[in-house]
């Protein structure tokens, strides 16, 4: 699978393609698209589903490191949500400057000061959902490659291993997406 097919399966999906055209006018910096959504839209493809079939919610990430304020990000979300509220989607937006300051209160584990939105990408539990379109130039992110998305291959990410929940994300996957294949942590 190609950068350019990947791309092109995920903005199948009409709530994808809607976000890629209003996102960036929103002026965010490191604006991707990134997540469930994404991968789902090939997985469902694979399977014949609509490409949004499943799709719990829609993730946004952006990297604003001037101001880390609880304040600044709800800004951010509340512009967001309301250039998207028509769509009548969950859509999830997080700055990813910010992430270590809340993570281990809500997830028990220390995180990392991310640099940029790609390191919030590079650290998802399942290599192969590593994916994120920047909504500024439409380039695909993906560290690992596609062939493993494209093969419905679930391996734990070595750059965030946490055996645990990567079993519990991928055994979820798997019972939505039977022919995915786990490969043990």
Known sequence: MTANHFIDIAL??????????RLPRLGLSQCFLTAGCLF??????????????????????????ADLSWEAEDAAIRLVHSSVADLGVNV?????ARVHLWYQQRFGASYPQLTSV?????????????????MTSRELYAPDGLDDLASG???????HPIPDLFRLKASDYK??????????A
Do not use: H
């Open 12 to 21: 199948r999906n009409p709530v994808n393609a809607e976000l890629a055209a």
């Open 40 to 65: 789902q839209a090939t997985w469902n493809s694979l399977s014949g589903q609509r490409e949004n079939w499943g799709v719990k919610d829609y993730d946004v990430f952006y990297f604003d490191d």
């Open 92 to 96: 999830e937006v997080r700055n990813q």
């Open 118 to 134: 790609r390191d919030g990408i590079d650290r998802y539990l399942i290599s192969c959902t590593c994916v994120g379109i920047d």
């Open 153 to 159: 291959v679930l391996r734990m990410n070595p750059r």
């Open 175 to 184: 019972a939505r997406w039977p022919w995915l294949t786990i490969v043990p």
